[in-house]
T-cell receptor, first 111, second 112 residues
């Protein structure tokens, strides 16, 4: 069974700090790893990673995948209060066609 | 509309009643997923539709849950004889393929 574990479960930092969120996974025939941001009900897509060592970047957010060690990290620099959300990691295997989600990291940014 | 829509946005029902949740996908999206998110939990896969293929129902928690997708477009998730543990946010996601899933706003279900 595919499995995704995220850490930490929650994180509280001050505005301006840099944070690193972790995602480790076990999946049969890895296909891709995705990061989502969930503020209220619907998650919004952040990144899709398929290759090791290639950083994806969008503004203050960046992510990288290590397929050998089976993990990914999501970095947020110069955090703002609007970054407060639950960040979800999900993996897709070639055997299954459904995303398996982790339980998320709840990030709170204190002004 | 431009995005995935779901209705109702909120539903309160009594234990034992049946409920129907609706998902209107983005036009042209062949993949449609239903997920459930209980309070403080991650997203739990329920069912997946892809085009005209038989749906993947492997995530449905019991036979009280069923879903259909008519004409490859609108989908309905039905929960029969609701229980209190069914209370959750039910999210629909659609996409042109599995990786790119656009989520709807969800339906918050409360079973009293």
């Amino acid at each position: 069974e595919d499995k995704v574990v995220q850490s930490p479960l929650s994180l509280v930092v001050h505005e301006g700090d840099t944070v690193t969120l972790n995602c480790s996974y076990e999946v049969t025939n890895f296909r891709s790893l995705l990061w989502y941001k969930q503020e209220k009900k619907a998650p919004t897509f952040l990144f899709m990673l398929t290759s090791s060592g290639i950083e994806k970047k969008s503004g203050r957010l960046s992510s990288i995948l290590d397929k050998k060690e089976l993990f990914s990290i999501l970095n947020i620099t110069a955090t703002q209060t609007g970054d407060s959300a639950v960040y979800l990691c999900a993996v897709l295997g070639r055997r299954n066609e459904k995303l398996t989600f982790g339980t998320g990291t709840r990030l709170t940014i204190i002004p | 509309g431009a995005g995935v829509s779901q209705s109702p946005s909120n539903k309160v029902t009594e234990k034992g009643k049946d409920v129907e949740l609706r998902c209107d996908p983005i036009s042209g999206h062949t993949a449609l997923y239903w997920y459930r998110q209980s309070l403080g939990q991650g997203l739990e896969f329920l069912i997946y539709f892809q085009g005209n293929s038989a749906p993947d129902k492997s995530g449905l928690p019991s036979d009280r849950f069923s879903a259909e997708r008519t004409g490859g477009s609108v989908s309905t998730l039905t929960i029969q004889r609701t229980q209190q543990e069914d209370s959750a946010v039910y999210l629909c996601a659609t996409g042109p393929y599995q990786e790119t899933q656009y989520f709807g706003p969800g339906t918050r279900l409360l079973v009293l």
